[in-house]
């Protein structure tokens, strides 16, 4: 079992910065085999895909109503994933979730929800004056 916990999600004004982690407990597996993805699900709306990093860290892919201001990292010695937020707008606002992928691939089209083997619990973002 991969057990991941995202964290670093809070209330922000537009135009501000988040970090969001995604930390795999020390209790399950390592995430070092795993494509993980961002997704985020706004009120009322679809889950989509935010952005993912294959394993070894060499591919990436973000969505494009965030590229050029998030920003997806990993760090295998701390087998934690990140997202840096900035210039955040309020259409952001969603609960954000991370997901491990067994065996999967980061590609453009960010993954489907259904072939996500691990989910976190989601950390709430809301942008807001």
């Known amino acids: 079992q991969l057990h991941l916990v995202e964290s670093g999600g809070g209330l922000v004004q537009p135009g501000g910065s988040l970090r969001l982690s995604c930390a795999a407990a020390?209790?399950?597996?390592?995430?070092?085999?795993?494509?993980i993805h961002w997704f985020r699900q706004a009120p009322g709306k679809e889950r989509e895909g935010v952005s993912c990093?294959?394993?070894?860290?060499?591919?990436?892919h973000y969505a494009a109503a965030v590229k050029g201001r998030f920003t997806i990292s990993r760090d295998s010695a701390k087998n934690t994933v990140y997202l840096q937020m900035n210039s955040l707008k309020p259409e952001d606002t969603a609960v954000y979730y991370c997901?491990?992928?067994?065996?999967?691939?980061?590609?453009?089209?960010?993954?489907?929800?259904?072939?996500?083997?691990?989910w976190g619990k989601g950390t709430l973002v809301t942008v807001s004056s």
């Open positions: 020390p209790s399950g597996y390592t995430m070092y085999y795993y494509v």
């Open positions: 997901a491990g992928e067994a065996y999967g691939e980061c590609a453009s089209d960010l993954g489907r929800v259904s072939a996500m083997d691990y």
């Open positions: 990093i294959s394993e070894k860290g060499d591919t990436i």
